[in-house]
């Protein structure tokens, strides 16, 4: 019977069979460089806390971790902006030879609601059952298959009103074929022991000698993808247009930095004075300016369509917000200013429960 792995041992093959899963998980959802930062925060506080490693498979629990990692990550990314950094609005990328049926599922999966679109990519793109995604999003297994059933249904729905060519397909071949990470390759073995000597306060992590892999496509933007300009020209012109005779909004954004640019912790209480709060769809960017299309209202009155103007002066808090066609953001405003320093962005099922909370509050 052979002797069981202890001390680092243990903790190097623990690495080696989360390393290259965890990795995957995050070069789907974030740039490659905060992938690599995170990856390693993960791995060390993996070895932190290796005596909580439950039984079973050990990768649900570790992109669990890795998911906290990421979220902590992204909230200091915000908080780190210079004086004078200015808001910024970004064309989707150029995408080239890219086939019509990939446009469309990805086009599909930006359009279903974020909470569900990431259960379906736990299941599609990490390979998670019921009880593995649980694990990952802290939820019970009834929520998660409640939740993925459902956005299994809408995802083929919204392919079908694409009109793909074969719209019986199942749902996680689909989606197998828009994997941001199908070609990234395992960690080199250098890597891996760089990593793991990093976590466990082993000698300092060495750069790899041979040249490292870059992504075969620019398609991810924060876990859901962007639209070519021609596609989304094409595939986003019907619901720009929209319904004649539907209200409109119009707010403006502050360029970052000034004097004052201090963010408070954001939280419910925060949050909850904001005059109007709700969620939009980027329809369209032009200059400085942003034109959404309004999902969801949580408080105040709102048009159907919002306009977001950046305007000249800076703000008193911070943090800027990237706008990005197809994606959907949360946005709080007092007056005709959006609040920025994390109480507005992009929807994530973490700001869409303090969105619930805080408005729930009044």
């Known amino acids: 019977m052979p002797t069981p792995l202890a001390g680092p041992e243990r903790f190097a093959a623990l690495a080696a069979a989360i390393a290259d899963p965890v990795r995957r998980y995050l070069w789907r959802r974030t ?3 905060q992938a690599d930062d995170v990856l390693a925060s993960t791995l060390g506080v993996l070895h932190r806390r290796w005596d909580d490693l439950p039984d ?8 669990g971790v890795a998911r906290l990692q990421l979220q902590t990550a992204r909230r200091v990314q915000r908080r780190q ?13 150029q995408v080239h030879d890219e086939e019509a049926s990939d ?8 359009r279903v609601r974020e909470a569900d679109a990431e259960l379906l990519r736990l299941w599609a793109w990490e390979g998670l059952d019921i009880r593995g995604i649980a694990v990952v999003q802290a939820e019970s297994a009834e929520s998660v298959a409640m939740r993925l059933d459902r956005g299994r249904t809408e995802f083929a729905e919204l392919l079908a009103g694409q009109e793909r060519s074969s719209s019986t397909e199942d749902p996680r071949s689909v989606l197998h074929t828009i994997d941001p990470a199908a ?3 395992p960690l080199a073995p250098v890597e891996l022991a760089a990593h793991i000597a990093a976590a466990t306060g082993g000698p300092g992590r060495q750069e790899p000698s041979t040249s490292v892999y870059r992504r075969r496509s620019p398609w991810l933007t924060v876990g859901v993808g962007a639209l070519s300009t021609a596609a989304a020209a ?3 012109l019907p619901f720009a247009l929209g319904i004649g005779g539907t209200s409109s909004t119009s707010f403006q954004l502050y360029s970052t930095g000034g004097p004052g640019a201090v963010c408070s912790p954001v939280t419910a209480e925060a949050l909850s004075p904001a005059q109007v709060a709700f969620r939009a769809e980027v329809r369209g960017i032009d200059g400085a300016v942003v034109t959404l299309h309004v999902l ?6 709102v048009g159907d369509t919002v306009t977001l103007t950046q305007a000249a002066e800076s703000a008193v808090d911070g943090a800027p917000i990237t706008f990005e066609n197809g994606v959907d953001y949360l946005l709080a405003a007092d007056g005709d200013t959006i609040l920025t320093c994390g109480l507005s962005g992009p929807s994530s099922p973490e700001l869409t429960a303090l969105y619930r909370e805080a408005f729930a509050l009044r």
């Open 31 to 33: 740039d490659e460089a």
């Open 81 to 93: 902006v210079l004086l004078a950094q200015r808001v910024g609005v970004v064309d989707p990328p």
């Open 183 to 185: 070609t990234l390759p």
């Open 103 to 110: 446009v469309a599922a990805r086009l599909a999966l930006a």
């Open 56 to 63: 079973g498979d050990p990768v649900p629990w570790a992109i």
């Open 234 to 236: 094409s595939l986003l």
């Open 296 to 301: 969801d209202r949580y408080a105040g009155e």
